[in-house]
């Protein structure tokens, strides 16, 4: 499976908006975004205002990173929310928040999206007591979701446990027992429940173009 494998600082300075791509590193001094200020690439004398398709181009760039897809898969998520019933811009957001992937992230047992996938592609995630490595995998109600047994320990989901306590981020369609290392879907996530906030109708009109 392709995946993007550059420098994720760069990424978030191409919006100028924290994607949480590096977890602990993101909160810290350490956050590229606080000493280097400006987009990479060469210095431009002026900034010029974005076209309308700028805009959207922008704010579709800003999603895509968040959750880490590559255009394919999320152009694939969007056609799949424009069949459902419902706002088309909330269906595709509520469709990467059931990712399982994006569940262990928020969780807390990932201190990063990437390092989610990681987690499930490697097999240390089980749901409903089976394993899935699918980081796609659409979650449902009451679905539990558990660390395996072999990787409970394991220093790397100690550490996302012990941030996440700490900033106590775990949305309200989740939860949560650390102790277990395990989660439930109580409901599915509306689109109050996500965060950061994006504009997702301007996604939409640039792909209805």
């Keep these: 499976m392709a995946k993007y494998i550059g420098p994720l600082c760069k990424l978030c300075r191409r919006e100028m908006t924290p994607l949480m791509l590096k977890g602990r590193r993101c909160l ?13 690439g060469p210095p431009r004398k002026r900034r010029t205002k974005l076209s309308d398709y700028g805009v959207q181009l922008r704010e579709k760039q ?3 990173r968040s959750y880490m897809l590559l255009e394919t898969q999320f152009k694939r998520t969007f056609d799949e929310a424009t069949r459902l019933k419902g706002v088309t811009g909330e269906n595709m957001l509520i469709l990467l928040e059931r990712r399982l992937d994006n569940v262990i992230y928020r969780l807390g047992f990932a201190s990063s999206r990437l390092q989610a996938r ?7 995630v089980t749901v409903n007591g089976r394993r899935v490595d699918i980081p796609s995998y659409q979650v449902k109600v009451n679905d539990i979701v558990e660390i395996k047994e072999d990787f409970k320990t394991n220093t790397m989901l100690e550490d996302a446990i012990k941030l996440s306590k700490a900033v106590g981020s775990v949305p309200q369609w989740l939860e949560v027992d650390y102790e ?3 989660g439930k879907i109580i409901r599915l996530p509306e689109r109050k429940d996500i965060e950061p906030i994006f504009n997702e109708q301007v996604v939409v009109e640039l ?3």
């Design 118 to 124: 990681q987690f499930v592609q490697h097999g240390h």
């Design 62 to 64: 800003k999603i895509k």
């Design 207 to 209: 792909y209805s173009k």
């Design 180 to 182: 277990k290392r395990s």
């Design 28 to 40: 810290t001094d350490k956050c590229a975004i606080k000493h280097k200020k400006y987009p990479p």
